[in-house]
């Protein structure tokens, strides 16, 4: 799978996430939930517990539930859209937990590296949440050590 997330401009963040002949690509708004926050905290709860964990973006009007559902060592990740209440699944991932940690990981990186804090908090409208960010890095570089 892959995931790249650009940098925010005036409150959207472009998302394109793609796997053989599955391809989601949207742009989000920051309201009412920052989406970035929300996704680093997922990736940090599946890092250490099993269970189905769910959180919205919102690209107006198009509403999407992003799904982590942690079972054992695997992660089944799923993109559903709720246009109009119409749920319908746009894309559906199952992988090794490490695995998919370090791909959101990677693209989070990537995204963050192209821009400094202040210009960050300008065109997101919050703040990144570091701490959140380097726990998920910890947690990354433990298990690298021990594998």
Do not use: C, H
């Not at 769910?54 to 198009?62: A, D, R």
Request: aromatic share 16%.
């Amino acid at each position: 799978m892959k995931v790249n997330i650009e940098k925010p401009i005036n409150g959207w963040i472009k998302i394109d996430i793609s796997e053989k002949d599955q391809q989601f690509s949207d742009t989000l708004s920051y309201t009412p939930e920052d989406f970035i926050y929300k996704l680093i905290e997922t990736l940090n709860l599946i890092s250490s517990y099993e269970g189905k964990y769910i959180f919205e973006g919102f690209s107006e009007p198009i509403e999407y539930d992003f799904v982590f559902e942690a079972i054992d060592d695997n992660v089944v990740f799923q993109i559903v859209s709720k246009d109009g209440g119409n749920y319908k699944t746009l894309f559906e991932y199952e992988e090794q937990r490490n695995n998919i940690l370090t791909i959101f990981f990677r693209a989070i990186s990537k995204m963050k590296s192209g821009i400094d804090d202040k210009e960050y908090k300008k065109s997101w409208g919050y703040d990144f949440p570091e701490l959140k960010f380097q726990k998920l890095k910890s947690y990354l570089k433990q298990i690298k050590k021990t594998v």
